[in-house]
């Protein structure tokens, strides 16, 4: 039975780089919206060493992003079973690494707004290098825990996690340490059982509420 129900959870997971065919032409077009965007005055913020280096940029792989708030994060069931969380028909973000060479030097986000996919968040640049540099610390480029990883964001807390699916369980890593989560060490995974425990109590804290 516990074979089963993983089987059917692997299912759920959406792997990196899968997305439909329309967002990837607003992937691409989104791109040279970010070579629009860089200047001489604000490259080095978007993460670029020089405006040159927009003429060399290409789209990274992209990788599933969740938002999570109050809602998610307070469902009945996802206190025990964080799968629910993260199924394939709830992916409306996706987090494109933008490189030059094989070096993350930005980023943007590409969102689902109604039949449509748009480009946001241009310049995230620190957000994509501590995502892709946990996942090569953590994960071997070829195994399925790879291929499956996804990225959460928890926007109460300014926290950010890779998240990925392995050995039958969910698991998180926090990119950087946070003083709302003293428990939690930047690039280690915890089972996301835990750390999703954790998150709910900080918030908690944070807002007056008692445990």
């Given at each position: ?107 943007f986000t590409l969102q689902k ?99």
């Amino acid at each position: 039975m516990k074979r089963i129900l993983a089987l059917l959870t692997l299912a759920l997971v959406v792997p990196a780089g899968a997305q439909p065919v329309n967002a990837l032409v607003a992937a691409t077009n989104s791109l040279a919206t970010l070579a629009q965007l860089t200047t001489s005055r604000n490259f080095d913020k978007l993460g670029f060493a020089s405006t040159n280096e927009t003429s060399l940029m290409v789209l990274g792989e992209p990788v599933p992003l969740y938002l999570l708030g109050a809602p998610q994060l307070y469902l009945p069931t996802a206190s025990t079973n964080v799968g629910v969380l993260f199924v394939a028909t709830n992916v409306t973000s996706y987090l494109y690494p933008v490189l030059v060479g094989t070096n993350v030097r930005t980023s943007f986000t590409l969102q689902k707004h109604g039949n449509r996919w748009r480009g946001t968040a241009y310049g995230d640049a620190a957000f994509a290098r501590s995502l892709v540099t946990t996942r090569t610390n953590l994960l071997p480029p070829l195994s399925p825990a790879f291929s499956n990883s996804f990225a959460v964001r928890i926007p109460s807390l300014s926290a950010d996690f890779l998240g990925y699916w392995l050995l039958d369980d969910y698991h998180l890593a926090l990119l950087t340490e946070r003083a709302t989560l003293p428990l939690l060490t930047a690039g280690s995974a915890t089972n996301a059982v835990e750390v999703l425990r954790q998150v709910r109590a900080a918030i908690d804290e944070k807002s007056g509420f008692p445990e």
